[in-house]
């Protein structure tokens, strides 16, 4: 029986190479000349390190150029407030979206379900499992994922007959 996943995943190498990208530009422009702006990875974590607010709007800027260059969505950003720490500076935490969250999984099945298409749909962890009898069943649900969900990056894996 031919199934696919619906996955929301992120290329590591290309995450590594655009915050590289994206520090090494950091500290060769001259208005960031003598500051401590950075960009500092974690597991699922980015942290921006400015001055003020002004110089990490302009790090979140130069991060999402890169990002967009490097060909990873910014759609798995999400930005948290800035917070002050010792003295003028300040931090920006930005959170990875990896995965499908649980909210988003129902909706993407309910939406499936809603369609009418004799596919069947299952959640199973961070991804969701579509199965059906036809190969063309299945590429009518990608189209109709890919208008629905707008605003999370969707990927299409393991694709079997």
Known sequence: MPSFDIVSEIDQVELHNAVDQ???EVSNRFDFKGSD??????????????????KLGQVYDILTAKFAKRGVDVRCLD??????????KAKQEIRL???????????IVRH???SKLKVQANIQGDTVR?????RDLL????????????DVPLQFNNFRD
Do not use: C, W
């Open 79 to 88: 930005k948290q407030e800035p917070q002050k720490i010792s003295g003028n």
């Open 139 to 150: 590429q009518e649900t990608i189209a109709l994922v890919k208008k629905a969900v707008t």
């Open 130 to 134: 579509v199965s059906g009898a036809k």
């Open 97 to 107: 979206k990896v995965g499908i969250e649980g909210d988003l999984a129902k909706k």
């Open 112 to 114: 499936i379900k809603d």
């Open 37 to 54: 702006a950075r960009i500092e990875m974690g597991e699922k974590l980015l942290t921006l390190f400015a001055d003020d607010d002004f």
């Open 22 to 24: 994206a520090n090494k």
